[in-house]
């Protein structure tokens, strides 16, 4: 049994060395170091080189974001975020990390959670993120560039009337990357759909409406796709986003695998309602949710895309939509954006 070697990177002793019992519990899993700061963890990893690490947010000297975004640009390695969720500042350098090339994350201990459960989840999380093939990350901590010079012509098809993105792991990223390429205002909406853990999905809108030029917001449920225009709109946490009679709605139902908003039931719903008005993008991202919809998306007219395998940082849903046939265009990040300008059979005149 190959034996997962581990650097937590916790500031509050109390916290890390009960991060550090639970893990020396699993006969699999071995501590190899401990850092209290930033600088220590960049140092530890460059010297330990851990196959997976813990990554508190909230750390002295240099705090969790900083040495996520220095550790993924310069030995890339699986990240846990464990970082607290009650906090905004907290959060947002979250979103940041994520954004930088950590995998997954997970809310600290509190106290509340019956016997085992929080250990048990952090265990799990903690193997599952250590599978993660990740990539070197160079956060461009420049203004957002200009891309008016560069955009495509539009192509000559048909006149769409949405744009829609899914996205999971790595999605904080590039929506960033997307968003900031894409002239503002959007002369279409553009609706999203991003898995992220519910305690963390606060301030997520708040944050990415100040990565790029666009107005971005959480879906109410009940615009009208003409009230939506020019703006972006994601899936609420825990309700999936549908578009019905021309008006988005928000529901309860049940998860399509295991996920909730479904990146599935989005692109499933604007395949029955626009059929050839939609643009749809499957982005980075853990599992298989969007890969049927979006194959339901091209069968009804519309133009469907998906991220290639070297630019993602988890290659498993667009990979499903691949295998299914599902995308028409398999293009990297970078370009995406151009992708779905030139797919869009609109002029954008708005500044990037």
């Known amino acids: 049994m190959k034996t997962l070697r581990v650097l937590v990177v ?10 550090c019992a639970v893990l020396a519990a699993e006969p699999d899993i071995a501590v190899i170091g401990q850092a209290s700061d930033g600088q220590q963890a960049i140092t530890l990893c460059q ?26 640009a310069q030995c890339p390695t699986p990240i846990l975020i464990v970082s607290s969720s009650t906090n905004r500042g907290e959060l947002l350098r979250t979103y940041e ?13 509190d106290g509340r959670q019956a016997d085992g459960v929080w250990e048990r989840r952090l265990v799990t999380l903690l193997r599952l993120v250590a599978r993660i093939p990740v990539i070197t990350h160079l956060r461009a901590r420049v203004a957002p560039r200009s891309h008016a010079a560069q955009l495509p012509p539009v192509a000559g098809g048909p006149r769409r009337v949405l744009l829609a993105l899914g996205t999971s792991t790595g999605g904080p990223g590039a929506l960033v990357d997307i968003l900031r390429a894409l002239p503002a205002p959007a002369p279409l909406p553009i609706l999203i759909v991003m898995h992220i853990n519910e305690l963390f999905s606060a301030g997520f809108a708040e944050w990415l409406d100040g990565q790029s030029p666009h107005q971005v917001a959480y879906a109410r449920g009940g615009e009208s796709l003409a009230e939506a225009r020019g703006r972006v709109l994601l899936a ?20 399509r695998h295991s996920c909730r908003p479904s990146v599935d039931l989005l692109f499933e719903s604007l395949a029955a309602e626009i059929g050839p008005g939609v ?38 849903m667009p990979r499903e939509a691949v295998l299914l046939g599902a995308a028409q265009q398999i293009r990297p990040l970078q370009e995406i954006a151009p992708a779905l300008i030139a797919g869009s059979g609109v002029a954008w005149e708005g500044r990037a």
């Open 10 to 19: 916790e500031d509050s002793a109390t916290v890390r060395a009960h991060i």
């Open 47 to 72: 010297q330990l080189r851990p196959d997976v690490m813990t990554m508190d947010m909230m750390m002295p000297e240099l705090d969790g974001q900083a040495a996520t975004e220095a550790i993924m």
């Open 97 to 109: 990390a994520l954004a930088a090339g950590a995998v997954e994350v997970l809310e600290k201990p």
């Open 236 to 255: 609420p946490s825990g309700q999936h986003l549908l578009l019905h009679a021309g008006h988005l709605q928000l529901s309860c139902t049940a998860p």
């Open 279 to 316: 643009v749809a993008a499957l982005l980075t991202g853990m599992g298989r949710d969007g890969a049927s919809g979006l194959l339901a998306i091209r069968r009804a007219g519309g133009l469907t895309l998906a991220q290639d395998e070297a630019s993602c940082v988890v290659y498993g």
